[in-house]
Every structure is written in structure tokens, then in C-alpha cells.
């Protein structure tokens, strides 16, 4: 043996000595830790040095400190990490995400005292990743500490809306009515009244040409000083009104019209201006609203709606209430869950109230939930999918049937859209005859697709595969189901025709660019975090359900499960689904907060509008997509 080659000999040695002492490679397996001792370099850097920072470039190594003391501080003025500054000592490793993810560090790392690192080159760090487990899930939590960090930004943002919209300390300006209606002292009562009427409110505001209130008329008036006084209907309404109304301004808070309404025993507060002119009034029903956004309210209050503007209200709550989750950290999985299960409720009322019309006693049927909703996964943005299943008695015609059922179905529709469930565009509801079917005509369907998966078989079997009973008798949706599995289990041509539709779309990163922004046509910059985000993960989760019997529709339990029954490792499928959760919640937040009040929000968002912590981990999350694909890719063999 050369000289030479019995220095790396001896200084390979040293340096597995050396890893055996830190975490993660104290971890791992021997032939890691020979690899890594035999790609590394110890390499020294003076005290005051500059190691690697964001004019770097790229990141070409991997360091690990084997001796001496290395600053990391924060470069820009965005706040990517908890820490501005941090020093790093012998056994830490650093840029963990930068060498991951290929790109220039956000962090500028000097050695403050005379420093030895190991040096890593990028490549073999990398392989290194992928064969080993210990030092894939060291580097993977650290990606979901980043993840971590960004969600608690993500609560404190929201929280403070929450606060400002939520609680008693909220402004005047944000509540009520913004539009009173006025009436002139001048105007007789019975115009008043009419007023009142028409407008559909139980109180009006006197006030002058300026603005400036000078009384309140509200329906009680109508009765002690109208009927019981015997007032002539031409009587000047400033002659029944209660004058010197309570006012606050606009700045005043909930708490302080709460006091005023306790301390004088009224009902409602004028809202003004520094000038005092009116720019809103404040009900004691405004004040209980804020109060009362809570689960078990929210669900009486479905449970008891008689008519669909009532659930009008319960829907807005609805949304309310998942803000304020939201804000809380509740997680993109529960969320979704929690939206849907609620949408459910209000589904299900529209149903029965609808049934008051329609009777279907001593029939078998249910309503279908399709897509999103199929799946347990709506966001703040859903429209409709649904549609009927039936099973007709023995002897009834079932055309006949069937039109009663699309009548039926055509009201709930029309009642859905009006709760804020929009009619979907592409007709994909029960009161279109192709998705109003008996048990049997449905089996058919789905055999017909599976049998023949043209493209338009493939973008059906993507909505219409996502289903499960919201109202009526769930075992025709159990026979559905059961027929569907049995279908696609001996057809496996077709799954890989599933596969290859599902692979059309590809996660958008860019080589040179992080992100591909110009995929939307019409709008340049800006990603689609459903096409290009969530939806890669559910075609694929819906792809390997159907592979392993998974009867599951929701997709992060189809991957779990589909991960379990096809020897998926469960870090794997955990990156995977991490990468889900994120998108979803950008998808969440980005509705909220952009959507605007009574419009459904979209899923384009400008990449360059995030964080930097944001960006970092959104492409994490798209890396996770391509991954999963990539896999689909192998098992089914597509080129």
C-alpha cells in the first residue's frame, strides 16, 4: 500500500470515528458512513472566513463542522427561519434545504474561529439521501421543521384577522348594517311605514339632509306611540320617533355598544363619523353574531332551518367558523374534512326541505356526492357535483320515476346554488338525466368506461370514481362501489391508462426557474394549485386505491392505506402527504384571504407574492408530486 493511499486509509477511519459520535450518523449503517468517509474533505476555513452564502450560487457541498464554530445569518430582509443569527458548532451540518433542494443558500455561513468542515459534494449527498434511511429522515424532518415554522406564521397571521373580526374589541366600522335606511322628521308615518316594509327592517333612522341622525322609529314605536295613541298616519314621523339616539363612532368598539345597549336597555347604536354623520347602525342581533359562530350553534341551526335563507346564514357561518379554525392551526386534512362534513349538514337539509314537495316513500334512492365533496375535500371553493341513485319497486315504470326524480333533483340544485353552492358548469349534477340512474344503469356506466377508457371515460372516471352517499339508502352507493373495485381489479389495462392520463400533468418546476408560471393561459405568472398541485396527488391516491381495494375515498387515508397494502414506506408516503397538506392550505389560505365577500375564491397564486419560507417549501411540496408520479410511472410501466 502507497503512502498515499494509507493516509485516506487512516483518514477514513478518523472520520467515521467522528461520525459515530454525532446524530444522524451515529444512526446509521456502516457502509453509509464508509461512503460518506470516503466522497468527504476536510477542508479549513480561517476565523472570519466566508464559507458559502447566497451569492454562492448553487450549493455544490454538504458541510458537516468537525471542529470550531460557524455563524449563520439571515441574508435579505425576508424572514426565512426563526433566527436571525445562529451559530452552529462541531457535528452540525448545514445547508441542509439549499443542498436539497439545488439552489443558492438563503443563509450566509462564516466560520467566527478557525474552522475544519467535511465537505460533501452535492451528488453524493444526494445519493447518499436516497440509500440512506436515518440520514433521509434527519434531512426530511428538517424540511418539516421549515413546515412547521411557516404554519405557525400562517396562525399568526390569521389570528390577528381573527381577532380584529371576531371579538368583542372589533371596530363599529366592520359591523352591522353599513346602509341604514333614512327617512327626513319631514316624512308622514305612513310613508315611513311603507319604508319599512318594503325594505323588510323593523326599525328606520330619522335623519337630515346633513346626515346627522335625529331619532329612531323602530316598531315598537309603531305601537305605543302610533296605534295606542291614535296618531294619524299623516303625522310627521319626528313626531313618534324616540329622539336623541345612542351614537358612536365608527372607531368605537363591539364591547363598548354591548354596554351602551346594557346600560340604557336599547337595542340598537348609530354608527358615525368624526363628523357625526350617519355611516351605519349596530343591532343587538349584530352583537349576538359575533358571539355565536360555534360548532354545536352552527349545526342547530341547520338542523333547524325551515327554509333556505336560513341556511343562507348557517352556510356564511359555516365559513366563519373554518376561519377561524384556520387560524387556530387546525391542519389542511382536518379542515377539508371538517368544511365537508359541514357542507354535508347543509346538503342534507336542503334535501329534506325539498322532500316536503316530493314523496319517494317506499322507494330505494340516494343522493351521490361526487369530486371534492365525494372525497371529503372541499375547500372555501366548491361547486356542485352530485346525482341519484334509485333502485324502481317492482312494477313502477322508471322513466317515470326517473322524471319525478329529476324534478325533485332540479329543486335541490336551484336551492344549493342559492345556499352558495354554485350550479356546476359542466352540468355535473342530479337533475341532469345522464347522472340520474338506477342501480343498474350505474354498474353499466362504470363498466362501459372501464371497458373502453377513451379520454372522455378517463376524465369522467375522475370525478365520477370519487363518490359516496350524502342522503337516503348508502348500500346502492355500497353496490356501486363493490361493482366498481371488481371492475378495475380485472382490468388493469385500464389503470394504466388511468396512469398515463394522470401523468399528462407534471408538477410545475422549472430548470432554470423555480416555478413555471406561464401554464395558464390568460393568466402569466401565476400557478393553479389544483391542477398543477393537489390534483396530481389525487389521481394518484385514486389510482392505487383502486390497484389495493382501498374503498376509501378521502385521498390522503387512500394513500395511507393504498401505502400499507403496497409495501410503500411509510416516511415516503408521509413527505408525500405533507406535500399535500401544504398545497391545501395555501389553497385555503389563498381563498380567504383573496376571494372576494359572496364570490368563490380560485386556486391561481403568484408565487413571487409568498414567502420565502412559503416558496422553499411549496417547491418541497411539488418535488413530493413528482416523486409519487414518478412512482406510478414505474409500476405502470408508462414511457
Given at each position: 500500500?502507497?503512502?498515499?493511499?494509507?493516509?485516506?486509509?487512516?483518514?477514513?477511519?478518523?472520520?467515521?470515528?467522528?461520525?459515530?459520535?454525532?446524530?444522524?450518523?451515529?444512526?446509521?449503517?456502516?457502509?453509509?458512513?464508509?461512503?460518506?468517509?470516503?466522497?468527504?474533505?476536510?477542508?479549513?476555513?480561517?476565523?472570519?472566513?466566508?464559507?458559502?452564502?447566497?451569492?454562492?450560487?448553487?450549493?455544490?457541498?454538504?458541510?458537516?463542522?468537525?471542529?470550531?464554530?460557524?455563524q449563520?445569518?439571515q441574508?435579505?430582509?425576508?424572514?426565512?427561519?426563526?433566527?436571525?443569527?445562529?451559530?452552529?458548532?462541531?457535528?452540525?451540518?448545514?445547508?441542509?434545504?439549499?443542498?436539497?433542494?439545488?439552489?443558492?443558500?438563503?443563509?450566509?455561513?462564516?466560520a467566527?474561529?478557525?474552522?475544519?468542515?467535511?465537505?460533501?459534494?452535492?451528488?453524493?449527498?444526494?445519493?447518499?439521501?436516497?440509500?440512506?434511511?436515518?440520514?433521509?429522515?434527519?434531512?426530511?424532518?428538517?424540511?418539516?421543521?421549515?413546515l412547521?415554522?411557516?404554519?405557525?406564521?400562517?396562525?399568526?397571521?390569521?389570528?390577528?384577522?381573527?381577532?380584529?373580526?371576531?371579538?368583542?374589541?372589533?371596530?363599529?366600522a366592520?359591523?352591522?348594517?353599513?346602509?341604514?335606511?333614512?327617512?327626513?322628521?319631514?316624512?308622514?308615518?305612513?310613508?315611513?311605514?311603507?319604508?319599512?316594509?318594503k325594505?323588510?327592517?323593523?326599525?328606520?333612522?330619522?335623519?337630515?339632509?346633513?346626515?346627522?341622525?335625529?331619532?329612531?322609529?323602530?316598531?315598537?314605536?309603531?305601537?305605543?306611540?302610533?296605534?295606542?295613541?291614535?296618531?294619524?298616519?299623516?303625522?310627521?314621523?319626528?313626531?313618534?320617533?324616540?329622539?336623541?339616539?345612542?351614537m358612536?363612532?365608527?372607531?368605537?368598539?363591539?364591547?363598548?355598544?354591548?354596554?351602551?345597549?346594557?346600560?340604557?336597555?336599547?337595542?340598537?347604536?348609530?354608527?358615525?363619523?368624526?363628523?357625526?354623520?350617519?355611516?351605519?347602525?349596530?343591532?343587538?342581533r349584530?352583537?349576538?353574531?359575533?358571539?355565536?359562530?360555534?360548532?354545536?350553534?352552527?349545526?342547530?341551526?341547520?338542523?333547524?332551518?325551515?327554509?333556505?335563507?336560513?341556511?343562507?346564514?348557517?352556510?356564511?357561518?359555516?365559513?366563519?367558523?373554518?376561519?377561524?379554525?384556520?387560524?387556530?392551526?387546525?391542519?389542511?386534512?382536518?379542515?377539508t374534512?371538517?368544511?365537508?362534513?359541514?357542507?354535508?349538514?347543509?346538503?342534507?337539509?336542503?334535501?329534506?326541505?325539498?322532500?316536503?314537495?316530493?314523496?319517494?316513500?317506499?322507494?330505494?334512492?340516494?343522493?351521490?356526492?361526487?369530486?371534492?365533496?365525494?372525497?371529503?375535500?372541499?375547500?372555501?371553493?366548491?361547486?356542485?357535483?352530485?346525482?341519484?341513485?334509485?333502485?324502481?319497486?317492482?312494477?313502477?315504470?322508471v322513466?317515470?320515476?326517473?322524471?319525478?326524480?329529476?324534478?325533485?333533483?332540479?329543486?335541490?340544485?336551484?336551492?344549493?346554488?342559492?345556499?352558495?353552492?354554485p350550479?356546476?358548469?359542466?352540468?355535473?349534477?342530479?337533475?341532469?338525466?345522464?347522472?340520474?340512474?338506477?342501480?343498474?344503469?350505474?354498474?353499466?356506466?362504470?363498466?362501459?368506461?372501464?371497458?373502453?377508457?377513451?379520454?372522455?371515460?378517463?376524465?369522467?372516471?375522475?370525478?365520477?370514481?370519487?363518490?359516496?352517499?350524502?342522503?337516503?339508502?348508502?348500500?346502492?352507493?355500497?353496490?356501486?362501489?363493490?361493482?366498481?373495485?371488481?371492475?378495475?381489479?380485472?382490468?388493469?389495462?385500464?389503470?394504466?391508462?388511468?396512469?398515463?392520463?394522470?401523468?399528462?400533468?407534471?408538477?410545475?418546476?422549472?430548470?432554470?426557474?423555480?416555478?413555471?408560471?406561464?401554464?395558464?393561459?390568460?393568466?402569466?405568472?401565476?400557478?393553479?394549485?389544483?391542477?398543477?398541485?393537489?390534483?396530481?396527488?389525487?389521481?394518484?391516491?385514486?389510482?392505487?386505491?383502486?390497484?389495493?381495494?382501498?374503498?376509501?375515498?378521502?385521498?390522503?387515508?387512500?394513500?395511507?392505506?393504498?401505502?400499507?397494502?403496497?409495501?410503500?414506506r411509510?416516511?415516503?408516503?408521509?413527505?408525500?402527504?405533507?406535500?399535500?397538506?401544504?398545497?391545501?392550505?395555501?389553497?385555503?389560505?389563498?381563498?380567504?384571504?383573496?376571494?372576494?365577500?359572496?364570490?368563490?375564491?380560485?386556486?391561481?397564486?403568484?408565487?413571487?407574492?409568498?414567502?420565502?419560507l412559503?416558496?422553499?417549501?411549496?417547491?418541497?411540496?411539488?418535488?413530493?408530486?413528482?416523486?409519487?408520479?414518478?412512482?406510478?410511472?414505474?409500476?405502470y410501466?408508462?414511457?
Amino acid at each position: 500500500m502507497s503512502l498515499r493511499q494509507d493516509g485516506r486509509k487512516r483518514m477514513a477511519g478518523n472520520t467515521q470515528a467522528f461520525l459515530r459520535n454525532h446524530a444522524p450518523f451515529n444512526k446509521m449503517q456502516p457502509d453509509a458512513l464508509q461512503r460518506f468517509a470516503e466522497k468527504a474533505q476536510i477542508v479549513f476555513y480561517a476565523a472570519g472566513s466566508e464559507i458559502v452564502g447566497p451569492d454562492s450560487g448553487k450549493v455544490r457541498f454538504f458541510y458537516l463542522i468537525e471542529s470550531g464554530k460557524v455563524q449563520a445569518r439571515q441574508a435579505g430582509e425576508v424572514t426565512v427561519t426563526e433566527y436571525s443569527i445562529l451559530s452552529l458548532g462541531a457535528g452540525e451540518s448545514f445547508p441542509i434545504g439549499a443542498v436539497t433542494a439545488g439552489r443558492p443558500s438563503t443563509n450566509l455561513y462564516t466560520a467566527v474561529e478557525d474552522t475544519f468542515c467535511y465537505q460533501l459534494p452535492a451528488e453524493d449527498f444526494l445519493a447518499l439521501l436516497s440509500s440512506s434511511p436515518e440520514f433521509n429522515l434527519f434531512c426530511t424532518r428538517y424540511i418539516a421543521s421549515l413546515l412547521d415554522q411557516s404554519r405557525r406564521q400562517l396562525q399568526l397571521q390569521f389570528s390577528q384577522r381573527a381577532s380584529e373580526q371576531q371579538t368583542l374589541n372589533s371596530p363599529l366600522a366592520g359591523i352591522g348594517s353599513r346602509s341604514p335606511i333614512t327617512v327626513s322628521p319631514e316624512t308622514p308615518l305612513r310613508s315611513a311605514l311603507e319604508t319599512m316594509s318594503k325594505a323588510g327592517v323593523g326599525s328606520l333612522v330619522v335623519a337630515g339632509d346633513d346626515r346627522k341622525a335625529v331619532g329612531v322609529f323602530t316598531r315598537t314605536d309603531l305601537l305605543d306611540r302610533v296605534v295606542l295613541a291614535e296618531l294619524p298616519l299623516s303625522t310627521p314621523v319626528s313626531q313618534a320617533m324616540s329622539p336623541n339616539p345612542f351614537m358612536l363612532e365608527e372607531h368605537a368598539t363591539a364591547y363598548d355598544a354591548m354596554f351602551a345597549m346594557a346600560t340604557h336597555g336599547i337595542r340598537h347604536v348609530l354608527v358615525t363619523d368624526a363628523e357625526g354623520k350617519l355611516t351605519g347602525v349596530v343591532s343587538e342581533r349584530d352583537l349576538f353574531s359575533l358571539q355565536r359562530v360555534g360548532l354545536r350553534q352552527i349545526r342547530q341551526s341547520i338542523d333547524s332551518a325551515h327554509n333556505v335563507e336560513a341556511l343562507q346564514q348557517a352556510a356564511a357561518d359555516v365559513r366563519q367558523l373554518s376561519f377561524n379554525m384556520l387560524a387556530q392551526g387546525v391542519g389542511a386534512e382536518q379542515l377539508t374534512q371538517f368544511i365537508s362534513a359541514l357542507n354535508d349538514a347543509l346538503t342534507r337539509r336542503v334535501i329534506q326541505l325539498n322532500l316536503e314537495k316530493h314523496n319517494f316513500d317506499g322507494i330505494e334512492w340516494a343522493w351521490l356526492a361526487f369530486g371534492s365533496e365525494g372525497r371529503d375535500e372541499q375547500t372555501f371553493s366548491t361547486d356542485q357535483d352530485n346525482g341519484i341513485v334509485f333502485a324502481p319497486p317492482e312494477g313502477v315504470a322508471v322513466d317515470a320515476l326517473k322524471k319525478r326524480f329529476l324534478a325533485y333533483a332540479l329543486d335541490v340544485n336551484n336551492d344549493l346554488d342559492r345556499v352558495g353552492f354554485p350550479l356546476c358548469k359542466g352540468n355535473i349534477m342530479a337533475s341532469n338525466p345522464q347522472w340520474c340512474l338506477t342501480l343498474e344503469e350505474w354498474k353499466d356506466q362504470f363498466s362501459n368506461w372501464i371497458r373502453m377508457p377513451q379520454p372522455d371515460a378517463l376524465l369522467n372516471a375522475t370525478i365520477f370514481f370519487d363518490f359516496r352517499a350524502l342522503y337516503g339508502k348508502s348500500e346502492l352507493a355500497d353496490a356501486m362501489r363493490r361493482h366498481l373495485l371488481a371492475q378495475t381489479a380485472s382490468n388493469p389495462m385500464f389503470l394504466r391508462a388511468m396512469a398515463k392520463n394522470a401523468l399528462d400533468v407534471e408538477p410545475p418546476l422549472g430548470k432554470i426557474r423555480d416555478f413555471l408560471t406561464d401554464l395558464e393561459p390568460g393568466h402569466p405568472g401565476k400557478i393553479d394549485l389544483k391542477k398543477y398541485g393537489s390534483r396530481i396527488f389525487v389521481d394518484v391516491a385514486r389510482i392505487y386505491a383502486m390497484a389495493s381495494g382501498v374503498h376509501n375515498t378521502n385521498s390522503i387515508q387512500r394513500l395511507r392505506l393504498a401505502a400499507q397494502r403496497l409495501s410503500i414506506r411509510s416516511d415516503e408516503i408521509n413527505a408525500v402527504l405533507e406535500g399535500l397538506n401544504f398545497i391545501q392550505l395555501l389553497r385555503l389560505q389563498h381563498q380567504y384571504l383573496e376571494g372576494e365577500p359572496g364570490t368563490q375564491g380560485d386556486n391561481l397564486i403568484d408565487p413571487d407574492t409568498l414567502n420565502e419560507l412559503d416558496r422553499r417549501i411549496l417547491k418541497e411540496s411539488f418535488r413530493q408530486a413528482r416523486k409519487i408520479q414518478t412512482r406510478l410511472k414505474l409500476d405502470y410501466q408508462v414511457q
